[in-house]
């Protein structure tokens, strides 16, 4: 069994002035912590594998391919493959897991 404190990994992000950590990773999916900050930039950008996203704190607004949706705690995204998107207007600090199936960085 693996388990991850989504707190402390946030906490160690804030330390480290990094913005993401892998912190699980099996064979078939990864999971990394985000933490983002007022005024921090995250590009618009795709990836090759599934990303599911669940919000832990604060709130932003996701821009998926120009659709604009806001998110808080609790909330969950699904994106497909090859999806544009990036998270901007943090109000607060957002902390959030992301899961990538397969592992990021092995998708074909």
Do not use: W
């Not at 832990?56 to 604009?68: D, F, R, Y």
């Not at 995204?77 to 090859?82: D, F, K, M, Q």
Request: hydrophobic letters at 35%.
């Amino acid at each position: 069994m693996d388990s991850l404190k989504v707190a402390d990994a946030a906490s160690q992000l804030a330390a480290d002035g990094a913005e993401s950590i892998e912190s699980l990773r099996g064979d078939s999916f990864s999971l990394e912590v985000m933490r983002f900050e007022p005024g921090d930039e995250d590009p618009m950008h795709a990836h090759g594998e599934d990303e599911i996203y669940q919000i832990t704190s604060g709130s932003a607004t996701i821009n998926i391919e120009g659709e604009h949706v806001g998110v808080e705690p609790g909330d969950v995204i699904h994106l497909e493959p090859g999806t544009e998107h990036q998270f901007r207007d943090f109000d607060d600090e957002l902390v959030m897991t992301v899961l990538y199936a397969p592992a990021k960085g092995n998708s074909n």
